[in-house]
């Protein structure tokens, strides 16, 4: 069953029966494995919220924190250290120590989709969750890492998705007290062909930090 309007993470979710398969066939291979939703990290009233796509194989659905174990999170939390986002510039695990300052991280679909493509249906299901989140939080700031985490935003705001359009350094109001900034993935291939570099990425926590203060 989708989530109930007011729920914001359920661990024993199985209401996509693609995933749900799909992560059992998972801990049967890699017992060791989170391999369950994946709970966002960050404080709930922290005012930047920042929306990836879902949990990678190796390293979210492993460790059980979003962006720590896989090559995607080396440049978003050195890029949150630098910008005073987050007390190290790297996680390693949910045991390290790690605190992130005034900054919640979250994914627009909570469990690993097979090839790390989940269907429109798996988004839409799972958005009930991310909404909840942002009615929660009431965040100042959101960035959405990818047009997929851009779209879930925006249903989740009850937009329109043509209403907004996706582009890299794009900025838009979702209402009188959000604003929505768009970033390339912070993934191994963006970062390899350098559509997205360390300097863009800085460029764009520099402007988040000044819109907070």
């Not at 729920?7 to 996509?16: G, S």
């Not at 796509?53 to 978003?76: C, E, K, S």
């Not at 989940?118 to 942002?134: D, M, Q, S, V, Y």
Request: aromatic share 6%; with cysteine.
């Amino acid at each position: 069953m989708p989530p109930e309007p007011h729920e914001i993470f359920a661990a024993d979710c199985r209401a996509c029966p693609r995933l749900a398969a799909f992560l059992e066939d998972v801990r049967a291979k890699h017992p060791e494995y989170h391999a369950a939703p994946v709970p966002s990290f960050g404080p709930l009233d922290a005012r930047l919220l920042i929306v990836g796509l879902a949990p990678g194989m190796h390293g979210a659905n492993a460790t059980g924190r979003p962006f720590t174990g896989d090559y995607a999170g080396v440049l978003l939390y050195q890029t949150l250290h630098e910008h005073g986002f987050a007390s190290a510039p790297e996680s390693v695990g949910v045991d390290d120590g790690l605190e992130l300052l005034d900054c919640r991280i979250t994914n627009a679909v909570k469990c690993l989709p097979p090839q790390n493509k989940p269907i429109t249906e798996e988004i839409r299901t799972c958005n009930g969750f991310l909404a909840a989140e942002i009615t929660a939080m009431q965040p100042r700031v959101i960035l959405a890492l990818g047009k997929i985490a851009h779209d879930a935003i925006l249903r989740a705001k009850g937009l329109p998705l043509s209403s907004l359009r996706f582009a890299h350094g794009a900025g838009h109001a979702l209402d009188a007290h959000t604003r929505l900034i768009d970033s390339y993935h912070c993934s191994r291939y963006n970062t390899q062909t350098r559509r997205l570099t360390p300097a863009m990425f800085n460029e764009l926590f520099a402007r988040i930090r000044s819109d907070l203060g």
